[in-house]
């Protein structure tokens, strides 16, 4: 045979005895198939979230989201992000603002307003007055706090008292924090001209959520007397208080502020209940009770007062 035939005889021999060529094994295993990315959120139903959000009111927020993902489950993790990214801002911001350290920035208050004229075979007159202001800072609170009750009857005097306090708080853990107390008083039909007080401790936050607030506060104290005869007198002993605010509805608060100071001889203790309905939105109507317990004095019996009250709060 002529060598010029050999050699493609040859090669067409070996490629029909080759095994044959795996398309896997040339291209690798074929792709896996791809898990379909979840629907978009509807238009209509992101356009209601974002209003919501924009609101900034955390109640419209919780409840569109939580329909939003009842009727779009398969958006769930897209409506969870969009209101997540819009709470983390927001922390963002309130943790820059209470940073400020300009001590005129930050109050806010409240003041409450009441009173009532009766004429005719008797003439009375009484007013009821408050005023709370407090400055909330990352660490510090400041409180300022002043009250006033008066009452006049057939031309006599039938109750005067005054309250006036300044508190000071820092938060050393989410939970517990110190305080200092500073007040004065003023009730001459309980015997006194003027009693100071001074008081500080430690409170812990025994409750804090979107609906119940709680905090107890107890510490050592000092008070000094003067009385509406000359006489004077001064005390140390123990303060305890609490604080509890519980949001039955989102109108409608119920609140309790009780005190007492326990000492040798001198005992006292006072108990506010209210309940507080929004009636627009800085206006608030008020129902108080107040009982205030004073054990025997150099002047006076021990006496319980109460006092209801109806009052109207305005926010600012």
């Not at 008083?185 to 003027?194: I, K, M, N, T």
């Not at 509890?244 to 001198?266: C, H, I, M």
């Amino acid at each position: 045979m002529h060598h010029g035939f050999r050699v493609p005889v040859l090669l067409c021999a070996a490629l029909l005895t080759a095994p044959a060529v795996n398309a896997e094994t040339v291209d690798g295993p074929p792709p896996a198939a791809k898990t379909p990315a979840p629907p978009p959120l509807p238009e209509a139903v992101r356009k209601m979230l974002e209003t919501a959000i924009a609101s900034g009111n955390e109640g419209d927020i919780s409840a569109v989201s939580k329909i939003a993902q009842q009727t779009n489950p398969e958006a769930s993790a897209e409506i969870a992000a969009m209101v997540n990214a819009h709470r983390a801002t927001v922390a963002t911001a309130r943790q820059e603002k209470l940073s400020d350290p300009n001590m005129l920035a930050l109050w806010d208050g409240r003041g409450e307003l009441g009173g009532f004229l009766s004429t005719g075979s008797a003439e009375e007159v009484g007013i009821s007055a408050g005023i709370s202001i407090q400055r909330q800072g990352l660490k510090w609170l400041h409180k300022i706090q002043g009250s006033a009750d008066y009452r006049r009857a057939n031309g006599a005097t039938s109750r005067e008292r005054f309250v006036g306090s300044y508190e000071t708080r820092y938060q050393f853990d989410p939970k517990g924090y110190t305080y200092g107390l500073g007040q004065f008083e003023r009730d001459p039909f309980l015997g006194y001209e003027s009693r100071y007080t001074a008081s500080f401790g430690v409170g812990y936050r025994v409750v804090q959520n979107k609906s119940l607030d709680l905090s107890m506060n107890l510490g050592p104290s000092v008070r000094f007397v003067d009385y509406t005869l000359d006489e004077t007198e001064s005390k140390v002993g123990a303060r305890s208080s609490y604080d509890l605010a519980w949001k039955l509805t989102p109108a409608v608060t119920f609140r309790q502020n009780g005190s007492a100071y326990l000492e040798d001889e001198l005992k006292s203790a006072t108990l506010l209940t209210s309940l507080d309905a929004r009636l627009i939105s800085r206006v608030t109507a008020r129902l108080s009770y107040n009982v205030q317990r004073e054990a025997e004095t150099l002047l006076t019996d021990g006496r319980t007062d109460t006092l209801s009250k109806v009052t109207l709060v305005y926010d600012f």
